[in-house]
């Protein structure tokens, strides 16, 4: 099957149109399920705790960056509704990132303890990501790439008729 140049150009158009959308519409969701908390401060004296709710089967991942400089020692985990520890880490130093599916639905504390005997300033971001936000940005890129395929190849069919076009009158 082969499309006409101008015809390939319009499909090629309208797949970019809809694909800036769908990508736009992915990254938004992905940026909305994101919690960020910056400069909280973790103290010596107790943990840090946050919360998020999520569904059994989301991926759900969490990122603790250390702003000040310090070399305390510091553990995360997450809790989950029942109780039960998640990704346990020790970690000294500029930061750690993990990340799950959730086993269950409801409400997952993410717990930040500084064992060191200074305050120490950092940024958490706690988060799920739906499979339809991830899917979304992926069909968003595909079709991206289909779409700029057509138009290159609009491009290309015009530029062989003209070549014909001037073969044919010499």
Do not use: C
């Amino acid at each position: 099957m082969f499309l006409k140049g101008e015809t390939a150009l319009k499909i090629g158009i309208v797949m970019l149109i809809v694909s800036v959308v769908v990508f736009s519409v992915s990254i938004f969701g992905i940026y909305s399920t994101i919690n960020s908390f910056s400069n909280e401060t973790a103290s010596h004296s107790g943990p840090l705790v946050f919360s998020i709710n999520t569904s059994s089967g989301e991926p759900l991942s969490y990122t603790v960056e250390v702003k000040s400089n310090t070399s305390n020692n510091f553990t995360t985990f997450l809790r989950s509704p029942d109780g039960s520890r998640y990704l346990e880490s020790n970690f000294t130093g500029s930061g750690v990132s993990k990340s799950m599916v959730a086993s269950e639905s409801g409400e997952w504390h993410l717990y930040i303890y500084n064992n060191g005997n200074r305050n120490s300033s950092v940024s958490v971001h706690l988060g799920t990501l739906p499979y339809y936000l991830e899917a979304g940005a992926y069909a968003g890129l595909t079709i991206l790439v289909i779409g700029i395929v057509l138009v290159i190849y609009s491009f290309d069919m015009s530029r062989r008729e003209k070549n014909r076009q001037a073969e044919r009158f010499r």
